[in-house]
């Protein structure tokens, strides 16, 4: 699925402006400085909002590509170009000391944190999907490595279920009612456990 | 919705027989359960003609211009393209991983994704299948859809 596409793209370029200059103003405001260069760094900042917006529009078409390598270079091509404006800036208006650095970082610390929100949902999505397909898939697999065998017990109308905890996030895949204690032992023989702990 | 079993052993054949008032979203979704369980894919295997129940076809997948749908243990050459029976069997739970296969998210044991953000297929057959990135979107789509269904 294309995300950004012709009819999104400024809107896109708008709302990463927004977002980018707020977030320099912000800044500003906490470091307590005074941009001498407003002016050029605002349209700068509109320049980037743009080329970085067009360069991640890229990855749709790299989609058959491994992600890291993709990843890394759209990163090397962005820097590249901010660098390479910045040195063209430097030969029409004066740039301060530190204009490298701070574009590097400019650049560095969004893309860092857009990456690792990017993998926290992949892997967010995969587990869901899993908990999903569990459902789909009948009778789940009882691992003693990652899941615990628990009955809960309901204080209110003392139904009891029986399941599988996950020791990680405690995540409780429902298997079966107990109602006697046959029911039980059943469960108990099907996935080899001997002792099983109860939950209110 | 009750269930009731009845055992008669007089009966030459298993039938199953719903009665409803209307047909709402819980009957919907058990006839959508039921008929993919009863449909049947016809295709050729070692040069004989084969009935594969779909619920047993684990996936889909073209392979230089032909179709094969694949079982747990052999697989049979289909005479429709990959993209009509991603449109029949979009309802049985079947979904376009990518450009060549379309996966039954029943026969789907796991999912795993590693660190080039590829999700890896674990069927219930021990196959393992690769699912493009492109398509991640609409086969978590899917899947939701049905894990709504089933509850």
Known sequence: MKLIHKHNFFAIVCVAFTIVVCTKLLAEKIAGVTDPYYTENIFTCLFFSAVITFIFAAHYYLQQFPFVPVALGQYAVTLGLIMLFVWGMGHFSETSEGAYRDMILSVTIPYLIGAAVYYITFFREIRKANRVLEQLGGTPEFDPLKQEAIIRASICTGEKVAGFKNKEDGHFTEICVIRTPKDEAEFKEKYHIEQIKVEY | ?151
């Open chain 2, 1 to 151: 919705m009750k269930l009731i079993k009845t055992k008669d052993e007089q009966l030459k054949e298993n039938y199953l027989e719903l009665h409803y008032r209307s047909i709402d979203e819980e009957t919907k979704a058990v006839l959508a359960r039921l008929t993919s369980q009863l449909q049947y894919v016809d295709g050729v295997s070692e040069e004989k003609h084969e009935a594969v129940a779909l619920t047993d076809v684990f996936y889909f997948e073209s392979v230089d211009h032909k179709t094969f749908a694949y079982t747990a243990d052999h697989c049979v050459e289909m005479r429709e393209a990959l993209r009509d029976l991603a449109e029949a069997y979009e309802n049985a739970g079947f979904v376009r991983i990518s450009k060549s296969v379309i996966v039954n998210l029943y026969q789907i044991k796991k999912l795993q994704g590693d660190l080039n953000m590829r999700v890896k297929l674990y069927m219930k057959n021990g196959e393992v299948l690769v699912m493009n990135r492109s398509y991640r979107a609409e086969f978590y789509q899917k899947l939701n859809k049905l894990g709504r269904r089933g509850q």
